[in-house]
């Protein structure tokens, strides 16, 4: 790992690989929420054996909270060291006209979404570690819908999940064929797939989380 991040290539390179482990655990988290909408058992089947299975709980997950934590890291370092290398900024150079905002200021995006995070824990991964482990209660399979449904009871809370999965999509826009290029992943025949893929991902991915946000509000 150290020789891997040790050179600007490298660093790159380890960022692509982190956030391509991201986005395969975005589609599986969704496609586990999005049951929600159309059986409270099945989701409630899925999230217990999610919560239960030791493979998911002692593997999965640790592997997980390292490479968020991993890519933001990586991410704010590559920023840091990418503005240190540019120090003067010609005050001629229009951003604009070779990138695009969100591929200048993915940085931005990335701390807001690190911030939701954070009240994705409070809401969700915190509750689920103090009912298993410090109340240490008897498993419930019949609880997972329920305490989602009522997570989203709030306005407030709905809103603050549809920015955080806007500005979700606005970095997966860019950081999808990004992660791509970076290792490599370019050709006359395959890029333009590659970022039209991207770009509906980047779409379909963040509306189906406001989807199931918004449901649960309004089936209150």
Do not use: C
């Not at 603050?160 to 999808?176: P, R, S, T």
């Amino acid at each position: 790992m150290a020789g891997l991040t040790s050179s600007s290539i490298g660093r790159k390179y380890a960022m692509a690989l982190s956030a391509m482990f991201l986005l395969i655990f975005l589609l599986m988290h969704l496609s586990t929420n999005m049951t929600s909408v159309f059986s409270e058992d099945v989701f409630n089947s899925a999230s217990h054996f999610m919560g239960y299975n030791p493979a998911v709980q002692f593997l999965m997950q640790p592997i997980l909270m390292f490479a968020v934590i991993f890519h933001f890291v990586m991410g704010f370092i590559l920023e840091i060291r990418n503005n240190k290398a540019r120090p003067i900024k010609y005050a001629d150079n229009k951003g604009s006209a070779n990138s695009t905002w969100m591929s200048r200021n993915m940085i931005i995006s990335g701390a807001v979404i690190l911030a939701f995070l954070a009240l994705h824990f409070y809401d969700f991964w915190f509750p689920e570690m103090n009912f298993k482990y410090i109340e240490a209660n008897t498993p419930d399979e019949t609880r997972y819908w329920e305490e989602l449904h009522h997570k989203f009871h709030d306005l407030w809370r709905v809103v603050l999940y549809v920015v955080a999965f806007g500005l979700l999509g606005l970095h997966l826009a860019h950081g999808f064929q990004s992660s791509f290029q970076s290792i490599g992943a370019r050709h006359p025949k395959y890029t333009p797939v590659i970022k039209a893929f991207g770009n509906w991902y980047s779409i379909l991915i963040p509306l189906g989380f406001i989807f199931i946000a918004v449901f649960h509000y309004v089936t209150q």
